[in-house]
């Protein structure tokens, strides 16, 4: 049975001090007055020497691109915690800025390594992968967002040995500032292929390109700290060097790449879900304990211990699933869409019941932002839209289990 190592127990307690003595005190910068989240990802980056081992991580990668070995997480024996206990930590405070550093760290430069060529890694995917650069992952389109492949209306018109992209990509996170973009567009090649079925290409952007409009952040319910933003390509011009792996029929495809980072971001929803989960309890205790009515605190009346009491069932699921899938990535197991979409649902779910129960304990308190838990509600309600929502991971838990 998976449990936190004595080393991982050491990493959660120096990430608390960096959360309560870094982060805690620029919160309400981050959070309500629209200051970008980039400068203290750093500095965690650098204190805890993240940065060093991006590094590290992405000669690793390089190399084996170099010799055409399989990735790390398919042969199994790298460690995903220190990743996963940062994100959980994060997430207790602030979920925003997790979604920020994940997509930048995870989907854009993740897209970057495995489909670019060296040459593509060494551009844009180290500085990804350090934070000195910001990036986004951008799918997503105003009409095509849970059928993001099929109805995708981008395209990439071939002309000579170069594209012309034009259309639009909504929703995209760290798009007001990303300074590298992953944009998936179809390819119009002329042969009157019907929409839905051309080819997905991948193409790397840089901030500033002609042709190329970032809007400013949106206004959200939640996930102040991660800016949101719209894509405007107009006639868009990009070289076969832009194209990841330089070719048009990358190993699996476009729309495989697009897929296998599915499934890792909704498994990886557990430890953020977790984390929200976890803060939520740990006030929601400290409150009931000391919250006086009928002169008793409000902890001794049962229909409060049954709130804290399902809030600690959801949170030993949901932690029970976030060390399954630790293991199965240690080991080099994969995981099917259908179980990542299974983790996702219950856990993004199990966030969002947890910190409303929450918000219900704090009574009048729990609706001013100074307690914090509104703050984690608004912020988790997303959970059940981006990554899939939760009804498309109903849809492919249900296509597998019917399958064959
Ligand atoms: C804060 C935030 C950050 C995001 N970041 C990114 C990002 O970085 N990059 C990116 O590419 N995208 C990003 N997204 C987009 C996100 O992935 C989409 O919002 C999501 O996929 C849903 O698409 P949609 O919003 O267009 O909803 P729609 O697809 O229009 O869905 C509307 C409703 O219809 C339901 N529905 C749709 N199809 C079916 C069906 N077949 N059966 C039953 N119900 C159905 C949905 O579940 C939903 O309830 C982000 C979104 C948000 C809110």
Same mark, same amino acid.
């Given at each position: 049975?998976?449990?936190?190592?004595?080393?991982?127990?050491?990493?959660?307690?120096? !990430?608390?001090?960096?959360?309560?003595?870094? $982060?805690?005190?620029?919160?309400?910068?981050?959070?309500?007055?629209?200051?970008?989240?980039?400068?203290?990802?750093?500095?965690?980056?650098?204190?805890?020497?993240?940065?060093?081992?991006?590094?590290?991580?992405? %000669?690793?990668?390089?190399?084996?691109?170099?010799?055409?070995?399989?990735?790390?997480?398919?042969?199994?024996?790298?460690?995903?915690?220190?990743?996963?206990?940062?994100?959980?930590?994060?997430?207790?405070?602030?979920?925003?800025?997790?979604?920020?550093? *994940?997509?930048?760290?995870? @989907?854009?430069?993740?897209?970057?390594?495995?489909?670019?060529?060296?040459?593509?890694?060494?551009?844009? /995917?180290?500085?990804?992968?350090?934070?000195?650069?910001? /990036?986004?992952?951008?799918?997503?389109?105003?009409?095509?967002?849970?059928? %993001?492949?099929?109805? !995708?209306?981008?395209?990439?018109?071939?002309? /000579?040995?170069?594209? $012309?992209?034009?259309?639009?990509?909504?929703?995209?996170?760290?798009?007001?500032?990303?300074?590298?973009?992953?944009?998936?567009?179809?390819?119009?090649?002329?042969?009157?292929?019907?929409?839905?079925?051309?080819?997905?290409?991948?193409?790397?952007?840089?901030?500033?390109?002609?042709?190329?409009?970032?809007?400013?952040?949106?206004?959200?319910?939640?996930?102040?700290?991660?800016?949101? *933003?719209?894509?405007?390509?107009?006639?868009?011009?990009?070289?076969?060097?832009?194209?990841?792996?330089?070719?048009?029929?990358?190993?699996?495809? /476009?729309?495989?790449?697009?897929?296998?980072?599915?499934?890792?971001?909704?498994?990886?929803?557990?430890?953020?879900?977790?984390?929200?989960?976890?803060?939520?309890?740990? @006030?929601?205790?400290?409150?009931?304990?000391?919250?006086?009515?009928?002169?008793?605190? $409000?902890?001794?009346?049962?229909?409060?211990?049954?709130?804290?009491?399902?809030?600690?069932?959801?949170?030993?699921?949901?932690?029970?699933?976030?060390?399954?899938?630790?293991?199965?990535?240690?080991? *080099? %197991?994969? !995981?099917?869409?259908?179980?990542?979409?299974?983790?996702?649902?219950?856990?993004?779910?199990?966030?969002?019941?947890?910190?409303?129960?929450?918000?219900?304990?704090?009574? *009048?308190?729990?609706?001013?932002?100074?307690?914090?838990?509104?703050?984690?509600?608004?912020?988790?309600?997303?959970?059940?839209?981006?990554?899939?929502?939760?009804?498309?991971?109903?849809?492919?838990?249900?296509?597998?289990?019917?399958?064959?």
């Amino acid at each position: 049975m998976y449990e936190w190592s004595e080393e991982h127990q050491a990493i959660i307690a120096v !990430m608390r001090r960096f959360v309560d003595e870094e $982060i805690r005190p620029h919160l309400d910068a981050i959070e309500h007055e629209g200051v970008p989240p980039y400068e203290i990802l750093r500095k965690m980056y650098s204190v805890f020497g993240l940065k060093e081992m991006a590094q590290e991580n992405f %000669a690793r990668a390089l190399a084996r691109k170099v010799s055409g070995e399989e990735p790390a997480a398919r042969r199994g024996g790298s460690d995903p915690a220190a990743q996963i206990i940062s994100t959980l930590e994060l997430c207790r405070v602030s979920p925003g800025m997790v979604t920020s550093l *994940g997509v930048s760290t995870g @989907l854009a430069a993740g897209t970057i390594n495995k489909l670019g060529t060296p040459a593509q890694m060494e551009r844009w /995917g180290k500085d990804l992968m350090t934070l000195d650069k910001v /990036g986004a992952w951008a799918i997503t389109e105003p009409d095509s967002g849970s059928d %993001a492949l099929g109805g !995708m209306r981008t395209s990439a018109r071939r002309d /000579g040995e170069e594209y $012309i992209i034009n259309g639009s990509k909504t929703w995209i996170t760290n798009g007001p500032f990303a300074d590298t973009i992953v944009l998936y567009a179809k390819l119009d090649d002329g042969s009157g292929e019907e929409q839905r079925n051309r080819k997905v290409l991948t193409f790397v952007l840089d901030a500033g390109m002609p042709g190329l409009e970032q809007s400013k952040p949106m206004r959200k319910m939640g996930q102040k700290a991660s800016p949101t *933003g719209t894509l405007f390509m107009t006639d868009l011009r990009v070289g076969k060097d832009r194209l990841l792996g330089e070719t048009e029929d990358p190993q699996g495809g /476009g729309r495989a790449s697009a897929k296998d980072n599915f499934v890792s971001e909704r498994a990886g929803m557990a430890a953020m879900a977790l984390g929200v989960i976890s803060e939520c309890l740990e @006030l929601s205790i400290d409150y009931a304990k000391g919250r006086k009515l009928w002169e008793k605190p $409000i902890s001794e009346y049962q229909l409060i211990q049954q709130k804290l009491a399902y809030m600690e069932v959801a949170r030993v699921n949901v932690q029970n699933m976030l060390f399954n899938y630790i293991e199965r990535s240690q080991n *080099g %197991a994969s !995981m099917s869409m259908a179980e990542a979409s299974a983790i996702k649902l219950y856990s993004a779910r199990a966030a969002c019941e947890v910190a409303d129960e929450a918000i219900q304990i704090f009574g *009048g308190n729990g609706y001013v932002s100074e307690y914090r838990v509104e703050q984690l509600s608004r912020d988790a309600r997303v959970f059940r839209i981006y990554a899939g929502t939760d009804e498309m991971q109903i849809v492919a838990i249900a296509r597998d289990l019917l399958k064959g």
